[in-house]
């Protein structure tokens, strides 16, 4: 059943796509495997559950492979293969863009890179215009194809980390699970990967690929074998559509300008922009009332000059401050530092002290535990808008005791958030690690908006210490990080 | 309607034997309410009839849970037979005792007969008896055994104690407060029952006699509170690291202290440790030896043995040190709280201004969100609500906030606008609604400056705009007003 399907679609194709018809693009499409391993976030010493999936890959330049950032997340293995060929090859990642959902896989293995063929990347397809999805949905062994016409092009949430939003392409073919990672094509050229697409009963034939200015922007970024991730504002903003509210700033009836509302401290426009200016034009395009601005012949969103930067880079901005315009320069040095929001691919941080497990708040650890504490969530919701981050860069819970004698009384503290050790306000899991690290008689670790300490003996605890890890098996009592992991004490 | 001729039927039936059997010690009590639509703030919802059972008191009182006639609007007393009402008064009711007292019309003979019930305490393993009543005026009779006596909470905020049985009660009219009886005695109302675990959880004798002899003083002050919060003292490490002596068996380490409480007038602090109210030991779970109900928390002391005025004296340590404080309890009306606990019998306060709906923040309006109000309502509302004595002890009196926005020509581009935290107009701070009319007097520049806490952070209206669709806003959506400030 599977050949005439196959050559019917090929008939269609041979019309649009002349110079890579199904032979040639067989030349440089391959089906990834991933043997993943899920952190566990309970227990966070533990390695974790394995699990995976399958998904597309493309052949983007003469010996690497690209695909989506979460068809290759948390891989423990990750096998290629090509179409006519019987082996598994071993790829590793080289380059992984959380933020945009893309990943540069190598293969060692001269053989794999035998008969392939490059794709080159081509422009935003036009709003109507047709175009044709290759890869292996639902898991299949053949290449399947599907075509359909581009429906709508705009800015939207990036589903893998949640947080980002970039330029995405909504097209009306079907994209299902396994096509992810894979090309869409337009004249022989690839003009998306796509990525994701709606489910249930709220839509039907809605697939999104992520289009080439942002496939761009990650090819370039890693040129310095850096992925130094997305450039962003990191300001608030509101249209200026009230004539009132115009009048008031002193502009003219003319639908430009878009007000800035927050300039937070860790913004890279914190110094140059504040809160009450009027942004009138960004790199000399003009910023209508409802914040878009022209690229290319589409309305935008200002963010995609921003988007469209790099680390070191500039922006410019034509400024309406206090009725008089002036210009203001900003340089992005740096990526937006705070991604707890995003969903985390790191292994995560924990300490374990008299039993009792810190971890800093994600949108990981906000998934795991069913918080009940408010404050739990308003930190993880509102630490970037009210600027917590003066205080914190980690917001620490306390979310599970392993019971012991020496923490049995100490159940209210669940889900408390760390404020003290011992008197010393606490920033994030580095700092608890050496504040539990240094010899004292008694520890006194003090949380928000807890009207007692909790308080440890030191002798207690030395007691208790072997008995929590031998009797819960806790591997390891600390990981901060990436770097080098120093036990507490 | 068919249930309606039924009933009359049957109090033909019933009128000859009523004249021959003792009359009853409880009433049908038939109420009409109709709340306030506090996202609406300028109507009242559409009206709730219900129908319960009052348990007849001494001097013609009827005594019901106040949940019932919360925002009466008619109110009428019924024979237990069926068919004969008489229009009735409320007398009091205590929102947070969730406890109401009515009275018939002076010249009304309806409950004349009836014997009033005398109150008595029960104990754990008494034999109870919940009161319904048959469509004939017969009563049937309930029994099961009170288990338990326990400190929960009630309808609006805090916690009383309660009675709990174990019963299984049928669904019957008129249910929606009973009567609960012990050997012929009122024990108390009941306030709420679980048909899954047949738990009954029944308003006190002790609460009830608070209530009544409060009210029977005249004026009524309601139920003290102290003002407080603890943390038990179980941990050994947190007795050592208050200095609590060994010979001190207790006491609860205080953890909050409230601002202008009892608690905090009579110089309690936060680290305190509460060793003894009155002639009472505080053990280290916060009770004290009840001699009727045992181990119960000592807020029961304060809440419902005493009463507003009352002098408590208060054994505390600190640092280690005895010290003696001397409080005078107070009750906390809901009107002193930032976000007003509850707001029953009053008017929602709101001002419209350019179709920016302004109102106060109280949990009242986060309730109308429904049943699920703590996931459906605006998270930040319930995080101010919830926190409120931490994040506005300096102030504002009340959080002046834009629920939403009723689109007007004026108003284009703000209408997503809603659930923001207005802190100034015209430079004016907001300490509450009230400052809000006092402030628009004094536009700059011929705008109003709308400041708020979240982005946008500033909006504008054009003052004599706005004052030109007043008119027009109040037509377009029919509204009766354009404020409450009352």
Avoid at chain 1, 458 to 485: C, H, K, M, P, W
């Amino acid at each position: 059943m599977i050949r005439p399907i196959w050559l019917a679609a090929a008939s269609l194709l041979v019309v649009h796509a002349a110079s890579a018809g199904p032979n040639e693009i067989r030349k440089s499409l391959c089906r990834i495997n991933n043997t993943a391993q899920e952190f566990n976030y309970r227990v966070p010493w533990l390695p974790g559950q394995l699990g995976g999936g399958s998904g597309t890959g493309w052949v983007v330049k003469k010996d690497r492979l690209m695909t989506n950032a979460h068809v290759v997340s948390n891989a423990k293995l990750l096998t290629v293969e090509k179409e006519n060929d019987p082996k598994k090859y071993v790829a590793t990642v080289e380059f992984i863009a959380h933020d945009c959902d893309l990943a540069q896989l190598k293969v060692e293995d001269p053989d794999f890179w035998k008969d392939t063929k490059p794709l080159d990347l081509g422009p935003v397809p036009e709003i109507e215009s047709s175009v044709t999805v290759y890869g292996y949905p639902i898991g299949g062994e053949r290449m399947s194809v599907t075509k359909g016409i581009v429906s709508r092009i705009d800015f939207r949430t990036y589903a893998h980390s949640v947080m980002d939003s970039h330029l995405c392409i909504q097209i009306d073919a079907a994209i299902n699970p396994g096509n992810s990672g894979g090309p869409v094509m337009q004249q022989g050229k690839v003009v998306g990967v796509a990525f994701q697409g709606l489910g249930g009963a709220d839509a039907q034939n809605v697939g999104y690929m992520i289009p080439t200015p942002v496939i761009g922007h990650f090819l370039k970024d890693i040129e310095d074998g850096h992925y130094d991730r997305y450039m962003d504002l990191s300001i608030g903003t509101f249209p200026l559509l009230n004539t009132a509210h115009r009048r008031a700033l002193g502009l003219p009836d003319d639908d430009r300008g878009l007000a800035v509302t927050t300039v937070g401290s860790a913004s890279v426009c914190a110094g140059k922009l504040r809160a009450g200016d009027v942004l009138l034009k960004i790199d000399g395009l003009e910023i209508q009332s409802d914040g878009m601005v022209q690229i290319d012949g589409e309305r935008m969103q200002m963010a995609e000059v921003a988007e469209r930067k790099f680390k070191g880079d500039k922006v410019k901005f034509d400024v309406w401050r206090d009725k008089k315009p002036v210009t203001e320069e900003v340089t992005f040095d740096r990526a937006w530092p705070y991604t707890h929001q995003a969903t985390s691919y790191e292994p995560p941080k924990y300490v374990v002290f008299g039993g009792l497990l810190f971890q800093p708040m994600n949108r990981n650890l906000i998934m795991t535990y069913q918080f009940v504490n408010p404050r739990v969530f308003h930190s993880f919701a509102h630490f970037i808008e009210e600027e917590m981050y003066k205080e914190r860069d980690e917001v620490i819970v306390l979310t599970a005791l392993l019971p012991d004698p020496i923490n049995t009384y100490l159940e209210e503290f669940r889900e408390g958030i760390v404020h003290k050790v011992n008197g010393t306000a606490i920033r994030n899991m580095k700092e608890l690690a050496a504040a539990f690290a240094k010899q004292a008689d008694e520890y006194v670790i003090e949380f928000e908006s807890h009207g007692r300490p909790l308080v440890f003996q030191r002798t207690d605890l030395e007691s208790a210490r072997n008995r929590i890890r031998q009797r819960y098996n806790v591997l390891q009592e600390q990981f901060l990080g990436d770097e080098a992991t120093t036990e507490a004490r | 309607m068919h249930r309606t001729a039924f009933l009359l039927a049957l109090a033909f039936l019933a009128s000859g034997i009523a004249s021959s059997a003792e009359k009853l010690s409880v009433v049908r009590v038939n109420v009409t309410t109709q709340s306030w639509d506090f996202h609406r703030p300028w109507g009242k919802r559409q009206p709730l009839t219900r129908r319960a059972i009052g348990a007849v008191l001494p001097g013609n009182r009827v005594l019901v849970t106040a949940d019932l006639v919360a925002n009466l609007t008619y109110l009428e007393l019924e024979n237990p037979e069926g068919g004969r009402k008489v229009p009735a008064s409320l007398v009091a009711a205590d929102y947070e005792a969730n406890l109401a007292l009515l009275q018939t019309e002076a010249d009304s003979d309806l409950l004349t007969g009836a014997p009033a019930l005398q109150i008595t305490e029960s104990g754990i393993g008494d034999q109870l008896s919940v009161w319904q009543l048959e469509n004939n005026g017969r009563l049937l009779v309930t029994k099961g055994p009170m288990t338990t006596a326990e400190i929960s909470a009630y309808p609006v905020d805090g916690g009383f104690l309660i009675y709990r049985a174990t019963m299984q009660i049928q669904g019957r009219d008129s249910s929606f407060t009973l009567p609960v009886v012990n050997n012929g005695k009122l024990t108390g109302i009941l306030m709420s029952y679980d048909a899954q675990s047949t738990n009954a959880n029944i308003i006190p004798a002790p609460v009830i006699q608070h209530f009544l002899k409060d009210v029977a003083g005249g004026h009524y002050a309601g139920f003290p509170r102290i003002g407080y919060a603890f943390s038990p003292t179980r941990d050994p490490s947190l007795r050592r690291y208050a200095k609590i002596p060994d010979a001190v068996t207790g006491g609860v380490y205080i953890t909050e202290v409230l601002k202008d409480s009892p608690a905090a007038k009579a110089g309690l602090q936060k680290g305190d440790v509460l060793i003894r109210v009155d002639d009472f030991a505080v053990d280290q779970d916060g009770n004290f030896d009840d001699a009727a109900y045992g181990k119960i928390p000592v807020a029961h002391l304060f809440n419902v043995h005493h009463f507003v005025g009352d002098k408590v004296n208060l054994q505390i340590l600190r640092a280690g040190e005895r010290k003696s404080l001397d409080a005078t309890l107070e009750h906390r009306a809901p009107e002193s709280y930032v976000s007003d606990p509850y707001i029953i019998d009053r008017r929602p306060r709101f001002v419209i201004v350019g179709g920016l709906i302004l109102q106060e923040l109280s949990r009242q309006y986060l309730k109308d969100f429904g049943p699920d109000w703590l996931r459906r309502a605006p998270e930040r509302l319930i995080y101010w609500d919830r926190f409120q004595s931490d994040l506005f002890a300096d102030g504002p009196r009340k959080l002046v906030f834009l629920s939403r926005v009723m689109p007007t020509s004026a108003t284009v581009g703000y209408e997503e606008l809603n659930h923001l935290l207005v802190t100034k107009i015209n430079g004016v701070a907001l300490q509450s609604l009230d400052d809000v009319p006092k402030a628009l007097e004094k536009p700059v520049d011929g705008f109003h400056k709308i400041e708020f806490e979240e982005d946008p952070k500033t909006i504008y209206l054009d003052a004599a705009e706005t004052q030109k669709t007043e008119r027009q806003v109040q037509m377009q959506y029919r509204l009766p007003a354009l404020k409450f400030l009352e």
